[in-house]
């Protein structure tokens, strides 16, 4: 099994930026691909950005794209995603999430998740 942890999130005014990590423990890491994931009140859950495996291949939603980085250091164990130029609309749970293979854009198809960390963007 894996376990997640998320941390970075908080209060940021828009047009600022947040820093997210999630550490990774439980066995080798360099075996999931990883994707943040994001839910605000009310709305359904949606993929934010992937990394696969090696760190080679990256996938954004267009909304966030140019605007968030998702990277990974698979000797520390820990995926990390820089948001910058945050507007209100990016205020949700921030969630890590891991799964074997190959980078996918679907929450189901993804084994292992964090608890989730709150980002809230001020006007």
């Known amino acids: 099994q894996l376990q997640l942890v998320e941390s970075g999130g908080g209060l940021v005014q828009a047009g600022g930026s947040l820093r997210l990590s999630c550490a990774a423990s439980?066995?080798?890491?360099?075996?999931?691909?990883m994707g943040w994931f994001r839910q605000a009140p009310g709305k359904e859950r949606e993929f934010v950005a992937g990394?696969?495996?090696?760190?080679?291949?990256?996938y954004y939603t267009e909304s966030v794209k140019g605007r968030f980085t998702i990277s990974r250091d698979n000797a520390k164990n820990t995926v990390r995603l820089q948001m910058n130029s945050l507007t209100p609309e990016d205020t949700a749970v921030y969630y890590c999430?891991?799964?074997?293979?190959?980078?996918?854009?679907?929450?189901?198809?993804?084994?292992?998740w964090g608890q989730g960390t709150q980002v809230t963007v001020s006007s």
């Open positions: 439980g066995r080798t890491f360099s075996y999931y691909a």
């Open positions: 999430a891991a799964r074997s293979g190959a980078l996918t854009i679907y929450g189901r198809h993804y084994d292992y």
């Open positions: 990394i696969s495996r090696s760190g080679g291949q990256t």
